[in-house]
């Protein structure tokens, strides 16, 4: 009998079916909300340049590496991890890589949640009409509006959190596969439209050159608060950091994924096809939105609001605007909520694996935590916005950003690296990617076990200040 190695859970249908719900996972708020606003905040082209190198030598080599792991493991992360150690005879540690990933992927979905909340808000306010014909200043101040009100972003945060509650305690499968079919390339040909719009905005060159002509003066000098330039290498971190949250990595949540990815699919081709489409998500969002920032004079580094600063202004404008203004922030919520399943089903996983828990209420109990934790993100931009409530001058949702994206997921890639590329056997990674020794697999693994690993250490020990250039 052939040998059977498949996950408790289930398996995918197929190579597309894995596809779709990974890009599912990568493809959500970090291409349409962070990628432009952290852009804007670190500006610009270089850090563009400087995203596009990370998700090239570093994001695709261990994203490669995660689904290989887990495609190994068959288990949750954690006990993928645990079962991958002990078959390749190393250190029983590696399981807690599968416990910080669990931890990272509630974290992140406390305040993912919130923001898609956000979007859920905005979904009512474009089909109300409230920004037919606004201005910058107006369409500002709704969004001022709304993030001024706990009640109000808990009451959308609620409504998010139970819709994908819902649908992680039916199962994966069930639901993601169908929505992400239908819903990506519908939010792609809407980004189209958008950038349409962005082009005759008579700014589309200047958003152009914001994008893509590099300044690296912008990106290592920025003003601190007292308005003074400060030489940084935080923005590198920042680049790095997204590279790993816009592609799903470092967290379990590709890990997991694999689990379910049939014997036989390339694992190689599938996570480029992956990684490309993130990818260009990301820069049709930026295209769309840097062009109505300059010719509305707003400012390119207002932060996390700027998505929604900026693109009502031209569903206010355009021909039957409310009309695709409701669909876009439909799609951006599905987008949202399809990555924010992956976010929690590591820890779904391993309850149900480990602790005899239903999928019902191991789903029910990790929501409930995120749901309360997220509050705090709530909070954040509003009664605890003040410097009083501050930590390093970052507020608790800004902390929590920066602790899981820039420094949990790039640790976690960091040891995914370490452990595929220098603890399991060459041959066992052949083995699980299907292919011989040939130029691609020396490429992949040159990569991976010293470029990415290495770019990561200085990259972090630049941060830190332990290394200056
Ligand atoms: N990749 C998602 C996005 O870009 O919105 C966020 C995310 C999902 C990060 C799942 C990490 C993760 F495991």
Known sequence: MAERRESIHGQWSGRWAF????????????????????????GGGAF??????????????????????????????????????????????WQYLGWAGVVAGFLILSYYAVIAGWAVAYIFRTASGAFTGATADGVSSIFSELIADPERLLAWHTI????????VARG?????????????????VILLVLVGYAMNTGHFAEGVSFLFSPDFHALFYQLDKNGVEQLTSEPVLIALGHAFFTLSLGMGAI???????????????T??????????????????????????????????????????????HMPAGSFFGSLFFVLLAFAAWSSAISLIEPAVAWLV????????????????????????????????????????????FDLLDYLTANIMLPLGGLLIAVFAGWQMRRTACQDELGINDGLIFRGWYFLLRYISP?????VFLNAIGLLTF
């Open 172 to 188: 994966v499968r069930s639901g993601l596969e169908v929505a992400v079919r239908y819903l990506m390339p519908t939010l792609f």
């Open 255 to 269: 890990m997991v994924y694999g689990s379910y990815l049939p014997k036989g699919t390339s694992i190689i081709k």
């Open 454 to 458: 290495v770019a990561v250490v200085i």
């Open 353 to 396: 694996e480990n602790h005899g828990f239903s999928r019902i209420s191991a789903t029910s109990w990790i929501g409930l935590g995120t749901w309360l934790l997220g509050i705090g993100t709530i909070f954040s931009f509003n009664i605890w916005s003040g410097e009083e409530y501050q930590l390093f001058g970052k507020t608790f």
């Open 48 to 93: 563009v340049l400087v995203y596009l190198l990370c998700i090239a030598i570093i994001g695709i080599p261990i994203m490669v590496a995660e689904v290989m792991l887990g495609r190994r493991g068959r288990r949750s992360p954690i006990n993928t991890m645990r079962h991958l150690a002990f078959e390749e005879r190393a250190s029983r540690f």
């Open 19 to 42: 596809i779709l719900a990974a890009t599912g996972s990568a493809v959500g708020l970090g291409n349409i909300w962070k990628f432009p606003y952290i852009t804007g905040e670190n």
């Open 160 to 167: 998010f959190m139970v819709i994908t509650l819902v649908v």
């Open 271 to 316: 996570s480029v096809v992956i990684a490309a489409m993130d990818t260009l998500v990301a820069l049709l969002a930026g295209l769309a939105i840097f062009p109505i920032v300059f010719a509305n004079g707003l400012e390119a580094s207002s932060g996390p609001g700027l998505i929604f600063q900026t693109l009502p202004i031209a569903f206010g």
